[in-house]
């Protein structure tokens, strides 16, 4: 906890690139012996402390079926790591990584019908999704996360199921193959 605690306050001064190995032992009061006993570098520790928020987040999932209330909760309760990772210092691409873990399933089973798109569309609209998610995700965290869990999860949940759901509606936006071929054009531009 202590290497944790040291190197995300570190994190949220620097990027990682300027973190030694020295500094985060300095900042967490042990020794490099220690530091080597459980990491073999600052970039290991990243990626563990990815793998662990990504972990806590699918104990959620599995406990509930409330998917995305239960991740935004286990967010909150890793906020100071998921604000480093989100904040100017962080890396965006690992909240996108641990938000993608999550969103795939999710989309593949609340959203999108196995066969109703081509795969490339499929791809496409997910790359959206977990774009617009991380952003909200990020602005949340950005300001706070002064907004409850729940009115978050309903945002995220309206515009992931409806807005792509009215996207694939053939009523609204032509048949399923006009939409394909659509795609197409607009994925080779």
């Keep these: 906890q202590a290497i944790r605690d040291g190197f995300l306050r570190l994190l949220a001064e620097k990027p990682i690139e300027k973190i030694s190995v020295t500094e985060i032992c300095r900042e967490?009061?042990?020794?490099?012996g220690t530091f080597y006993?459980?990491?073999s570098d600052p970039y290991e520790l990243k990626h563990s402390l990815e793998d662990q928020l990504s972990e806590a987040m699918e104990q959620r999932l599995r406990e509930s079926g409330l998917k995305r209330?239960?991740?935004l909760q286990t967010l909150q309760e890793n906020k100071e790591l998921c604000r480093v990772f989100a904040g100017p210092y962080g890396d965006h691409d690992a909240m996108l990584k641990v938000i993608a873990r999550h969103a795939d399933d999710y989309?593949?089973?609340?959203i999108l019908v196995p066969g109703e798109v081509s795969d490339q569309l499929a791809e496409?609209?997910?790359?959206?999704?977990?774009?617009?998610?991380?952003t909200v995700v990020k602005y949340w965290l950005d300001t706070g996360m002064k907004a409850e869990p729940e009115r978050v999860a309903y945002v995220l949940d309206t515009y992931c199921f409806s807005g792509i759901k009215g996207f694939l509606d053939?009523?609204?936006?032509?048949?399923?193959?006009?939409?394909?071929?659509?795609?197409?054009?607009?994925?080779?531009?």
């Design 107 to 110: 989309i593949e089973q609340e």
């Design 28 to 32: 967490a009061d042990i020794n490099r």
């Design 37 to 39: 006993a459980h990491y």
């Design 69 to 71: 209330l239960n991740s």
């Design 170 to 189: 053939d009523n609204s936006v032509g048949s399923v193959q006009n939409l394909s071929v659509s795609s197409n054009l607009f994925l080779s531009c």
């Design 124 to 134: 496409c609209l997910k790359g959206l999704l977990v774009s617009s998610i991380s």
